[in-house]
């Protein structure tokens, strides 16, 4: 088992044991089972999945940094949501404002920031369970 904790600028998300983690880091999609390595990698806006009690739970992920040790995970992250938390009809808002902003693309338009919002809301909508 992992002793996970989920850290965001607002304080402890969760904690609990799991069985394993899926996520997405900045060089791919790794699993992550007890006795893992020491490793620490930078996570990509993704779907986290944890497994406990034999059952993989989904959280819409926004990036962020993972450090495991000695069978203690650690996640920090801006924010986190899971499937029961997301707001479907505000991320699909969000994510037609980030395409409204790309398709634009005059010089006040932050491309790069348009696109983070848009991975956001697409990884949010893919959470939910509706297709994008």
């Known amino acids: 088992m992992i002793a996970l904790k989920i850290i965001t600028p607002l304080g402890l998300y969760k904690e609990?044991?799991?069985?394993?983690?899926?996520?997405?880091t900045v060089e791919g999609e790794r699993t992550i089972l007890s006795h893992h390595v020491p490793l620490v990698a930078m996570l990509a806006?993704?779907?986290?999945s944890l497994k406990e009690?034999?059952?993989?739970?989904?959280?819409?992920l926004a990036?962020?940094?993972l450090?495991?040790?000695n069978n203690e995970m650690r996640i920090l992250t801006d924010a986190i949501e899971g499937?029961?938390?997301?707001?479907?009809e505000r991320a699909k808002r969000a994510k037609e404002r980030a395409e409204k902003r790309?398709?634009?693309q005059d010089e006040r338009t932050n491309i790069k920031r348009a696109e983070v919002a848009l991975a956001k809301a697409i990884n949010?909508?893919?959470v939910y369970g509706e297709h994008v």
């Open 83 to 88: 499937r029961a938390e997301i707001d479907i």
């Open 102 to 104: 790309l398709a634009k």
């Open 45 to 48: 806006t993704c779907r986290c």
């Open 124 to 126: 949010r909508i893919n």
């Open 16 to 24: 609990c044991e799991v069985e394993a983690v899926n996520v997405k």
């Open 67 to 69: 450090q495991m040790s």
């Open 53 to 60: 009690n034999g059952v993989y739970q989904d959280y819409a």
């Open 63 to 65: 990036g962020g940094l």
